[in-house]
């Protein structure tokens, strides 16, 4: 059985790469990156590595060669191909090198969502489908990491500032949900679709969670949308960027990351990492 992996030069791609080698036998991972180099220096010798720029499907194709089953990370938005035109020719090529199945990172309810952020992961969803290959889509919820910079802030002894009220999320490490998708992809028979998150918090609770191994007390303050907005832009965050963090807020607000769900725990097989500790790790 041959796995592939796209995107191993990113964040995700590193960490499933590393789990993925305590499962399978290293001749049969196939590491995809767009830059072919830096992936050599940045993953084990053993680990073979082809071209995956997701703006070229004949090179896809190509790599994609003998390969029974495939990780497909989803791409970033803002690049000069859309990222839906980047995922229909992974999945494209996908199909045309005779891939037999795809695990796709998606979007909570990618069915149902409906926000700037799902509409790329429900098109793709629906693209894979009408393509007939056999898939699970890892709806991952929020990685804990995204709130880096209001973690930081608070830790240091400033403010800890959110817009999204009593909106909740399902956060856990970046790196529990690249285990996950490793947990799906070795599976024998994987379901088609996983709601993967953690413990549902409003921001609140995470301020208060990490209280008690921040380095500095903080004060905890809920604002406005157009008062973050402001205070993003005021610390020097580009207009286009502050208008970005400021709709997740507002997507979070509507309850669009709401989860009720143990589909990461039942498939990791052992409980996700202590918010606590999770703060710390990522601090
Ligand atoms: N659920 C969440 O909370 C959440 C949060 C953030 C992101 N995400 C999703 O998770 C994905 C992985 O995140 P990450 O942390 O691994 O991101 P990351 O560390 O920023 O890595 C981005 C990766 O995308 C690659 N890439 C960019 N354009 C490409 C293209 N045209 N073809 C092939 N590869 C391309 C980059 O390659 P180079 O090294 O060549 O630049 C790099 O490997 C993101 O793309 C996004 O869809 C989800």
Not at 186 to 203: H, L, Q, V
């Amino acid at each position: 059985m041959k796995y592939a992996i796209t995107m191993v030069t990113g964040k995700f791609g590193k960490a499933v790469i590393n789990y993925l080698m305590d499962l399978v036998n290293h001749n049969d991972i196939i590491a995809l990156a767009r830059n072919v180099n830096k992936a050599k220096q940045e993953l084990p010798d053993d680990i073979e590595v082809r071209p995956g720029d997701y703006t070229n499907k004949d090179e896809i194709v190509e790599s994609l060669n003998g390969v029974d089953k495939l990780l497909f990370i989803s791409s970033q938005p803002g690049g000069d191909v859309s990222r839906l035109q980047q995922h229909k020719n992974v999945v494209d090529a996908a199909k045309k090198a005779g891939v037999k199945y795809i695990a796709y990172t998606s979007f909570p309810h990618a069915d149902k969502a409906d926000n700037f952020l799902s509409k790329d992961h429900t098109a793709t969803e629906l693209y894979i489908k009408e393509m007939g290959i056999d898939r699970s889509f890892l709806r991952n919820n929020w990685y804990l990491e995204n709130e880096l910079a209001t973690l930081k802030a608070a830790n240091d002894g400033g403010t800890f500032v959110y817009a999204a009220d009593n909106g909740k999320v399902g956060w856990a490490l970046e790196k529990e949900y690249a285990e996950g998708a490793v947990k799906v992809l070795t599976m024998e028979k994987p379901k088609e679709i996983y709601e993967f998150a953690g413990k549902s918090r409003n921001y609140d609770e995470l301020a208060n969670a990490l209280k008690p191994v921040a380095a500095n007390d903080f004060a905890i303050k809920d604002v406005s949308l157009d008062e973050y907005k402001d205070g993003m832009q005021k610390a020097g965050l580009p207009d286009a960027v502050a208008k970005v963090v400021t709709d997740i807020q507002a997507l979070i607000k509507d309850g669009e990351l709401q989860e009720e769900t143990d589909d990461l725990e039942n498939v990791l097989g052992h409980p996700l990492t202590p918010i606590e500790e999770a703060l710390k790790e990522i601090l």
